[in-house]
T-cell receptor, first 113, second 116 residues
């Protein structure tokens, strides 16, 4: 596709459950980023991939959060034992390289009930 | 470390009036600075960016911003507001010298309302 695609667009889950959020970056983009946007806040950086490896995961809030990008394209953000405080919009962005403009997807709205 | 402060969580202007959205940054290294716009239920869209070239940056939809190092500011302006400009605007900063221009630190956003 032409842009960054995120699925699902909305996800409602029960507290304690496991969820996976998917990001399809723009074809050929080597850099991929995950951000989290809580209500009334700006996006907060979670993790940055360059190719298949996580170049910077300093924004992951705790060990319940994990992300992978096994083939250097699609990425999955995984959240274990979800908590109500995890409710937010999770944004994915990609860029051609780590030095170029990032293009954002529409996000996945996660609601933990 | 970098941070940005957006003054005013809500700004209301009349259609045709000047738009001024304020952003001040803090950075221990020379920064890249960005303005993004977010329309309801849509992803972030880049309006413009400063990357140490010209201090006056022109972006899409008639917006521009001026980098003022002495004031540590990067305010966003548009001479004449249009109803379609109503959206959330985010200022963001990233470090210039680390090669990670896309690792952004965002402000809390300013919601722009445009009235008739």
């Amino acid at each position: 596709g032409a842009g960054v695609s995120q699925t699902p667009s909305n996800k409602v889950t029960e507290k304690g459950k496991y969820v996976e959020l998917r990001c399809d970056p723009i074809s050929g983009h080597t850099a991929l980023y995950w951000y989290r946007q809580s209500l009334g806040q700006g996006p907060e950086f979670l993790i940055y991939f360059q190719g298949t490896g996580a170049a910077d995961d300093s924004g992951l809030p705790n060990d319940r959060f994990f992300a992978v990008r096994p083939e250097g394209s699609v990425s999955t953000l995984k959240i274990q034992r979800t908590e109500r405080g995890d409710s937010a919009v999770y944004l994915c962005a990609s860029s051609l390289t780590g030095d170029t403009e990032a293009f954002f997807g529409q996000g996945t709205r996660l609601t933990v009930v | 470390a970098q941070s940005v402060t957006q003054l005013g969580s809500h700004v209301s202007v009349s259609e045709g009036a000047l738009v001024l959205l304020r952003c001040n940054y803090s950075s221990s290294v020379p920064p890249y600075l960005f303005w993004y716009v977010q329309y309801p239920n849509q992803g972030l869209q880049l309006l413009l960016k400063y990357t140490s070239a010209a201090t006056l940056v022109k972006g899409i939809n008639g917006f521009e911003a001026e980098f003022k190092k002495s004031e540590t500011s990067f305010h966003l302006t548009k001479p004449s507001a249009h109803m379609s400009d109503a959206a959330e605007y985010f200022c963001a900063v990233s470090p210039l010298n680390t090669g990670t221009a896309s690792k952004l630190t965002f402000g809390t956003g300013t919601r722009l309302q445009v009235t008739l």
